[in-house]
Protein backbone atom coordinates (compact mmCIF):
# COMPACT_ATOMS: atom_id res chain seq x y z
CA UNK A 1 0.00 0.00 0.00
CA UNK A 2 1.41 3.17 -1.12
CA UNK A 3 2.36 5.82 1.85
CA UNK A 4 0.69 8.96 2.30
CA UNK A 5 3.31 11.68 3.37
CA UNK A 6 2.30 14.49 5.78
CA UNK A 7 2.59 17.99 3.79
CA UNK A 8 5.64 20.08 5.14
CA UNK A 9 5.50 23.66 3.83
CA UNK A 10 8.89 25.54 4.21
CA UNK A 11 8.52 29.28 3.32
CA UNK A 12 12.03 30.62 3.09
CA UNK A 13 13.89 33.70 2.60
CA UNK A 14 17.36 35.37 2.21
CA UNK A 15 18.66 34.02 5.60
CA UNK A 16 18.35 30.25 3.68
CA UNK A 17 20.89 31.15 1.52
CA UNK A 18 23.48 33.37 3.81
CA UNK A 19 25.89 30.35 4.05
CA UNK A 20 25.94 30.09 1.15
CA UNK A 21 27.05 33.30 0.86
CA UNK A 22 24.43 35.71 -0.53
CA UNK A 23 23.49 39.21 1.40
CA UNK A 24 20.26 39.18 2.90
CA UNK A 25 18.55 42.49 2.95
CA UNK A 26 17.88 44.18 5.94
CA UNK A 27 20.71 42.34 8.38
CA UNK A 28 23.61 44.51 9.48
CA UNK A 29 25.76 44.84 5.97
CA UNK A 30 22.72 43.89 4.10
CA UNK A 31 21.97 44.56 0.61
CA UNK A 32 19.28 47.66 1.33
CA UNK A 33 22.01 49.15 3.19
CA UNK A 34 24.23 49.23 0.35
CA UNK A 35 21.42 49.97 -1.94
CA UNK A 36 18.23 52.26 -1.66
CA UNK A 37 15.70 49.62 -2.21
CA UNK A 38 12.83 51.95 -3.81
CA UNK A 39 16.05 52.71 -6.43
CA UNK A 40 16.64 48.96 -7.68
CA UNK A 41 14.02 46.95 -6.26
CA UNK A 42 11.05 48.41 -7.00
CA UNK A 43 8.50 49.85 -10.32
CA UNK A 44 9.04 53.41 -10.15
CA UNK A 45 12.62 52.89 -9.64
CA UNK A 46 12.63 50.98 -13.12
CA UNK A 47 10.71 53.79 -14.72
CA UNK A 48 13.27 56.05 -13.41
CA UNK A 49 16.46 54.20 -14.24
CA UNK A 50 15.81 50.92 -15.46
CA UNK A 51 19.57 50.51 -16.09
CA UNK A 52 20.58 51.19 -12.86
CA UNK A 53 18.05 48.31 -12.29
CA UNK A 54 19.40 46.10 -14.50
CA UNK A 55 22.82 46.39 -13.53
CA UNK A 56 22.06 45.17 -10.14
CA UNK A 57 20.28 42.05 -10.94
CA UNK A 58 22.58 41.53 -13.95
CA UNK A 59 25.78 41.53 -10.53
CA UNK A 60 23.05 39.30 -8.82
CA UNK A 61 22.87 37.25 -11.16
CA UNK A 62 26.63 36.95 -11.93
CA UNK A 63 27.09 36.04 -8.05
CA UNK A 64 24.72 33.70 -8.17
CA UNK A 65 26.76 31.61 -10.75
CA UNK A 66 29.61 31.73 -8.11
CA UNK A 67 27.32 30.26 -4.83
CA UNK A 68 26.81 27.04 -4.40
CA UNK A 69 23.70 25.68 -2.05
CA UNK A 70 24.11 24.91 1.24
CA UNK A 71 23.56 21.90 3.88
CA UNK A 72 19.85 23.96 4.76
CA UNK A 73 19.19 23.63 1.31
CA UNK A 74 19.91 19.46 0.88
CA UNK A 75 18.47 19.04 3.93
CA UNK A 76 15.21 20.91 3.06
CA UNK A 77 15.37 18.49 -0.35
CA UNK A 78 16.08 15.44 1.55
CA UNK A 79 13.05 15.68 4.10
CA UNK A 80 11.34 14.31 0.92
CA UNK A 81 12.36 11.01 1.90
CA UNK A 82 9.89 11.50 4.85
CA UNK A 83 7.42 14.41 4.02
CA UNK A 84 5.58 15.69 0.76
CA UNK A 85 7.56 18.82 0.86
CA UNK A 86 6.56 22.10 -1.01
CA UNK A 87 9.21 24.96 -0.89
CA UNK A 88 7.10 28.19 -1.00
CA UNK A 89 10.18 31.05 -0.95
CA UNK A 90 10.87 34.30 -1.04
CA UNK A 91 14.56 34.45 -3.23
CA UNK A 92 14.84 34.69 -6.40
CA UNK A 93 18.37 32.80 -6.35
CA UNK A 94 17.95 29.03 -8.01
CA UNK A 95 19.39 27.25 -4.64
CA UNK A 96 16.69 25.26 -3.72
CA UNK A 97 16.58 24.14 -7.46
CA UNK A 98 20.51 23.15 -6.85
CA UNK A 99 19.79 21.44 -3.81
CA UNK A 100 16.86 19.44 -5.87
CA UNK A 101 13.98 20.20 -3.93
CA UNK A 102 11.15 19.09 -6.04
CA UNK A 103 7.91 21.53 -5.64
CA UNK A 104 8.88 25.04 -5.51
CA UNK A 105 7.02 28.34 -6.13
CA UNK A 106 8.81 31.32 -6.23
CA UNK A 107 6.80 34.41 -5.35
CA UNK A 108 9.20 37.24 -5.85
CA UNK A 109 10.36 35.48 -9.32
CA UNK A 110 13.54 34.26 -10.52
CA UNK A 111 17.40 35.60 -11.27
CA UNK A 112 17.61 33.25 -13.87
CA UNK A 113 14.87 34.54 -15.98
CA UNK A 114 13.41 37.26 -18.05
CA UNK A 115 10.34 38.96 -19.47
CA UNK A 116 8.86 42.19 -20.90
CA UNK A 117 8.84 45.02 -19.52
CA UNK A 118 4.97 45.82 -20.77
CA UNK A 119 3.27 42.75 -19.01
CA UNK A 120 4.45 39.43 -17.76
CA UNK A 121 4.73 37.61 -20.69
CA UNK A 122 7.35 36.21 -22.72
CA UNK A 123 9.63 34.74 -20.03
CA UNK A 124 12.73 33.20 -21.07
CA UNK A 125 15.17 31.41 -19.53
CA UNK A 126 18.67 33.60 -19.51
CA UNK A 127 20.81 31.34 -17.02
CA UNK A 128 23.33 33.43 -15.55
CA UNK A 129 24.35 35.87 -18.56
CA UNK A 130 23.58 39.85 -18.20
CA UNK A 131 20.62 41.57 -19.78
CA UNK A 132 21.82 43.88 -22.59
CA UNK A 133 20.72 47.36 -22.60
CA UNK A 134 18.38 47.17 -25.95
CA UNK A 135 18.05 43.60 -25.74
CA UNK A 136 14.24 42.67 -26.82
CA UNK A 137 11.76 40.41 -25.11
CA UNK A 138 8.82 38.70 -27.86
CA UNK A 139 6.93 41.74 -27.77
CA UNK A 140 9.88 43.92 -29.01
CA UNK A 141 9.88 45.66 -25.22
CA UNK A 142 13.16 46.08 -23.66
CA UNK A 143 13.81 42.79 -21.73
CA UNK A 144 13.52 43.18 -17.76
CA UNK A 145 14.51 40.80 -14.82
CA UNK A 146 11.46 38.49 -14.39
CA UNK A 147 11.76 39.92 -10.25
CA UNK A 148 8.60 40.95 -8.87
CA UNK A 149 8.81 44.27 -7.81
CA UNK A 150 7.67 46.67 -4.96
CA UNK A 151 5.05 48.46 -6.43
CA UNK A 152 3.79 44.94 -8.15
CA UNK A 153 1.35 42.76 -7.42
CA UNK A 154 2.59 38.81 -6.81
CA UNK A 155 0.81 36.99 -8.72
CA UNK A 156 1.69 33.87 -6.89
CA UNK A 157 0.34 34.62 -3.40
CA UNK A 158 -3.52 33.15 -4.16
CA UNK A 159 -1.70 29.72 -4.62
CA UNK A 160 0.61 29.98 -2.14
CA UNK A 161 -1.63 31.04 0.40
CA UNK A 162 -4.10 27.53 -0.61
CA UNK A 163 -0.18 25.81 -0.29
CA UNK A 164 0.13 27.05 3.53
CA UNK A 165 -3.91 26.16 4.07
CA UNK A 166 -3.33 22.50 3.35
CA UNK A 167 -0.04 21.85 5.36
CA UNK A 168 0.35 19.38 8.06
CA UNK A 169 3.64 21.15 9.68
CA UNK A 170 5.15 24.57 8.42
CA UNK A 171 8.63 25.33 8.88
CA UNK A 172 9.63 29.14 8.21
CA UNK A 173 13.29 29.53 7.55
CA UNK A 174 15.53 32.95 7.61
CA UNK A 175 12.95 35.17 7.19
CA UNK A 176 12.38 38.71 8.98
CA UNK A 177 8.77 38.50 7.88
CA UNK A 178 8.34 42.25 7.23
CA UNK A 179 7.57 42.12 3.64
CA UNK A 180 3.91 41.38 2.66
CA UNK A 181 1.80 39.85 0.91
CA UNK A 182 4.82 36.56 1.94
CA UNK A 183 4.80 37.40 5.41
CA UNK A 184 0.85 37.15 5.80
CA UNK A 185 0.77 33.87 4.39
CA UNK A 186 1.75 32.14 7.93
CA UNK A 187 -1.86 33.31 8.43
CA UNK A 188 -3.14 30.93 6.91
CA UNK A 189 -1.58 27.71 8.32
CA UNK A 190 -4.48 26.04 10.18
CA UNK A 191 -4.71 26.83 13.85
CA UNK A 192 -3.62 23.02 14.57
CA UNK A 193 -0.55 22.78 12.80
CA UNK A 194 2.66 22.86 14.05
CA UNK A 195 5.03 25.90 12.95
CA UNK A 196 8.87 25.64 13.50
CA UNK A 197 10.80 28.89 12.64
CA UNK A 198 14.77 28.96 11.85
CA UNK A 199 16.46 31.73 12.53
CA UNK A 200 19.24 33.08 14.25
CA UNK A 201 17.19 36.30 15.41
CA UNK A 202 14.17 36.75 16.92
CA UNK A 203 11.22 36.62 15.13
CA UNK A 204 7.63 37.29 16.44
CA UNK A 205 4.69 36.29 14.73
CA UNK A 206 1.62 37.54 17.05
CA UNK A 207 -1.11 35.19 17.71
CA UNK A 208 0.59 32.44 16.30
CA UNK A 209 2.12 29.74 18.43
CA UNK A 210 6.29 28.98 17.01
CA UNK A 211 8.55 26.65 18.25
CA UNK A 212 11.68 28.66 17.62
CA UNK A 213 15.10 27.35 16.40
CA UNK A 214 17.21 30.07 17.13
CA UNK A 215 20.01 29.30 15.51
CA UNK A 216 21.51 29.63 11.40
CA UNK A 217 19.65 27.88 8.92
CA UNK A 218 22.16 24.95 8.17
CA UNK A 219 22.82 23.75 12.22
CA UNK A 220 19.15 24.73 12.52
CA UNK A 221 17.89 22.40 9.85
CA UNK A 222 20.36 19.68 11.45
CA UNK A 223 18.15 20.47 14.26
CA UNK A 224 14.94 20.41 13.16
CA UNK A 225 15.49 17.24 10.87
CA UNK A 226 16.24 15.34 13.89
CA UNK A 227 13.09 16.57 15.65
CA UNK A 228 10.81 15.44 12.24
CA UNK A 229 12.29 12.32 11.57
CA UNK A 230 14.54 10.69 14.58
CA UNK A 231 12.23 11.76 17.15
CA UNK A 232 8.83 12.07 15.92
P1 LIG B 1 15.47 39.81 5.23
O1 LIG B 1 16.84 40.33 4.92
O2 LIG B 1 14.41 40.77 5.55
O3 LIG B 1 15.57 38.80 6.46
C1 LIG B 1 16.58 37.82 6.50
C2 LIG B 1 16.37 36.95 7.71
O4 LIG B 1 17.36 35.94 7.66
C3 LIG B 1 16.51 37.67 9.06
O5 LIG B 1 15.46 37.32 9.91
C4 LIG B 1 17.86 37.16 9.58
O6 LIG B 1 17.89 37.06 11.01
C5 LIG B 1 17.91 35.78 8.96
N1 LIG B 1 19.27 35.23 8.80
C6 LIG B 1 20.45 35.85 8.65
N2 LIG B 1 21.44 34.95 8.53
C7 LIG B 1 20.87 33.72 8.60
C8 LIG B 1 21.35 32.38 8.53
N3 LIG B 1 22.65 32.10 8.36
N4 LIG B 1 20.46 31.39 8.66
C9 LIG B 1 19.13 31.64 8.82
N5 LIG B 1 18.62 32.87 8.90
C10 LIG B 1 19.48 33.90 8.78
O7 LIG B 1 15.07 38.84 4.00
P2 LIG B 1 13.62 38.30 3.59
O8 LIG B 1 12.74 38.13 4.76
O9 LIG B 1 13.85 37.14 2.69
O10 LIG B 1 12.03 41.15 -1.94
O11 LIG B 1 13.11 39.53 2.73
C11 LIG B 1 11.87 39.44 2.08
C12 LIG B 1 11.90 40.22 0.79
O12 LIG B 1 12.41 41.55 1.02
C13 LIG B 1 12.84 39.68 -0.25
O13 LIG B 1 12.27 38.64 -1.01
C14 LIG B 1 13.15 40.87 -1.11
C15 LIG B 1 13.36 41.88 -0.02
O14 LIG B 1 13.17 43.20 -0.36
C16 LIG B 1 12.16 41.89 -3.05
O15 LIG B 1 13.22 42.40 -3.38
C17 LIG B 1 10.91 42.03 -3.85
Excluded: C
Excluded at 76 to 93: G, K, R
Excluded at 166 to 192: C, E, F, M, Q, W
Amino acid sequence: MATTFKKLVALTGAGISAESGINTFRDSGGLWEQYDVMEVASIDGWRKNPQLVQRFYNERRQQLAEVAPNAAHHILAELEAHFDVTVVTQNVDNLHERAQSSKILHLHGELTKARSSVDSSGVVDIGYRPIEWGEKASDGSQLRPHIVWFGEAVPMIGKAADIVAKADILVVIGTSLNVYPAAGLVAHARNNTPIYLVDPSEISYPGRNMTMIREKATSGMEKLKRMLVEQP
